[in-house]
């Protein structure tokens, strides 16, 4: 049962630059959520995407953009980069049925971006 | 006032005893709520979810929930060096958009 996969695992950018962020959710998932996780704190949510739209948003500038595909996958975007967007980026995956959510979700490795 | 409260701890246990973390939350519609663990540098991992008052049993792990209170906690019985680790509180409403988390309370246990 392949689980949540990001990449890349480690990434370093510049101050102004632009990054993209990836995850494939786990196998039968079709709900992906965003989250920036910074040092010692609890992850904040950025946003959600299912059937290839943004369901709901969190309290991020619309440096923050992201996209689903057909087959689930996802990518995070961040524009215009600042030194606080150095955080651990991850990645969650869930199913929402037709008759009933599941509300669980589970988190992939993460990606660690470092912006200078 | 932060949404969901946890301490940060460290809390400290002797190998073989009861952990217990706490968290509260100020949203009343949350329906939804779970425990994660995280070691250092890895990712969050599920532990376990509650959705009712009352208490669920998983193994070595309680999770105890009162929504009158606006608390939940986690009890960790028969605390192994391995269950050393962050846990974190999230918090969701029943729509299931978004998870709010706290900031995680430290657990260490000694052998």
């Known amino acids: 049962d392949a689980g949540v996969t990001q990449s890349p695992t480690h990434l370093i950018k510049t101050r102004g630059q632009q990054v993209t962020l990836r995850c494939s959710p786990k196998?039968?998932?079709?709900?992906v959520s965003w989250y920036q996780q910074a040092l010692g704190q609890g992850p904040q949510f950025i946003f959600q995407?299912?059937?290839?739209?943004?369901?709901q948003r969190g309290n991020f500038p619309d440096r923050f953009s992201g996209h689903q595909f057909p087959n689930y996958s996802s990518e995070l975007n961040v524009n215009a980069l600042l030194l606080g967007d150095s955080a651990l980026y991850l990645c969650?995956?869930?199913?929402?049925?037709?008759?009933?959510?599941?509300?669980?979700?589970?988190f992939g490795p993460g990606t660690r971006l470092t912006v200078t | 006032q932060k949404e969901v409260e946890q301490n940060s701890g460290p809390l400290s246990v002797p190998e073989g005893a009861i952990a217990s973390l706490n968290c509260t939350y100020s949203?009343?519609?949350?329906?939804?709520f779970f425990w994660y663990r995280q070691y250092s540098g890895k990712s969050p991992e599920l532990i376990m979810s509650?959705?009712?008052?009352g208490d669920k049993e998983d193994g070595r792990f309680t999770a105890q929930l009162n929504k009158a209170s606006q608390y939940v906690s986690l009890l960790i019985r028969d605390s192994q060096p391995s269950d050393s680790a962050t846990y974190l509180c999230?918090?969701?409403?029943?729509?299931?958009?978004?998870?709010?988390f706290g900031a995680g309370t430290r657990l260490t246990v000694k052998p």
């Open positions: 949203d009343r519609v949350s329906q939804s």
């Open positions: 509650i959705y009712s008052n």
């Open positions: 995407y299912y059937e290839e739209e943004e369901r």
């Open positions: 999230a918090v969701s409403s029943n729509n299931n958009n978004d998870m709010r």
């Open positions: 196998s039968g998932h079709d709900t």
């Open positions: 969650a995956s869930s199913l929402v049925y037709l008759a009933r959510s599941s509300y669980e979700q589970y």
